[in-house]
């Protein structure tokens, strides 16, 4: 009994500390990103939650996970589409950094995760992890992005894209009420 | 004869009575009476940074709203009780109208946390 409650506190804490340390840690960028950069990490950030959405509409039956799927799925596909045609106005070339390449190996670890959930769990799991997903990402644009960005266009399209983030963000923990009430 | 004198004295009284009253009475209470016809208006919903602007609109039966989408991602509009109308999803910059018969809540069903309320003055 005892060897149970000591895992558990383990399981706890390390699921504490995960959530500590994953969520705020793209805001927590150190060096100062150029436009290129900020444009890279942008489409990143939005190509991962398309990706997160393409293993929902393939693992699940939920009428509301695949809702929200298919307007994240949408959604953060219009949000590059403006990315590209404006770092294509600009003639920018969107440049791999520190903080693109964590959010891809990050998204790698979260789709590894999701695959390998069963139907039953799958649902609760993708949900939880728009959620903290979508705060990481709202907290990145809100304290790196925005304020590192020196082309106005790229900085206003940014600034356009977090109230779409917000309400996604609404939409999931939505979503994850009626989880929890189940 | 004398009789007939005495009903159309009657008669024009009735008549001049009738005019006075309806003349008397206000433009306000003749609409209320359906006595005259109203003018509609037309009205506009702004969809923007996730929000319909603005969120209440007070109108009259049978004037319009039209609502444009200015946002990156597409919306709809969609009555929120019983879905009795929507319009397609709207693309950026796309605008959609109706003629509003009764009071409504409405939302976007591509972000459900996105309403609006439309108030029929009485």
């Not at chain 1, 506190?9 to 960028?29: E, K, L, R």
């Not at chain 2, 039209?66 to 946002?71: E, V, Y």
Request: glycine content about 2%; some cysteine.
């Amino acid at each position: 009994m005892k060897k149970i409650k000591d895992f558990m506190g383990i399981v706890v804490a390390f699921s504490i500390i995960t959530i500590v340390t994953i969520t705020p840690v793209y805001a927590q960028q150190k060096s100062k990103l150029t436009d290129p950069e900020i444009a890279s990490a942008a489409v990143v950030a939005n190509q991962n939650d398309i990706d997160f959405a393409k293993i929902a509409r393939q693992k699940s039956k939920n009428e509301e996970v695949l809702k929200f799927a298919e307007t994240m799925a949408k959604d953060h596909k219009a949000v590059i589409d403006q990315a590209v045609a404006l770092v294509t106005k600009l003639k920018v070339t969107p440049k791999d950094n520190t903080l693109s390449r964590k959010l891809t190996a990050d998204a790698a670890n979260t789709k590894k995760m999701l695959l390998s959930k069963s139907a039953k769990s799958f649902d609760k799991a993708y949900i939880d992890n728009e959620v903290g997903y979508h705060k990481a990402v709202i907290a990145t644009v809100e304290t790196v992005l925005i304020p590192q960005s020196t082309n106005e266009e790229l900085k206003g399209l940014l600034q356009n894209v977090v109230p779409a983030l917000k309400a996604h963000l609404e939409h999931a923990e939505m979503v994850q009420k009626m989880f929890a009430s189940k | 004869m004398r009789r007939l004198l005495k009903i159309s004295k009657k008669g024009v009284a009735v008549l001049f009575a009738i005019t006075c009253l309806y003349s008397c009475t206000s433009p306000e209470e003749r609409i209320k009476k359906n006595e005259v016809a109203v003018s509609t208006k037309a009205h506009t919903v702004v969809i923007q940074q996730m929000k319909f602007a603005p969120a209440e609109l007070i109108v009259n039966e049978g004037d319009t709203v039209t609502w444009i989408n200015r946002d990156i991602v597409d919306h709809n509009v969609t009555e929120e009780a019983n879905k009795e109308w929507s319009s397609s999803n709207l693309r950026q910059g796309k605008t959609w109208s109706m003629v509003v018969k009764k009071a409504a809540t409405y939302f976007c069903t591509i972000h459900p946390v996105m309403k609006g309320k439309l108030i029929v003055k009485q």
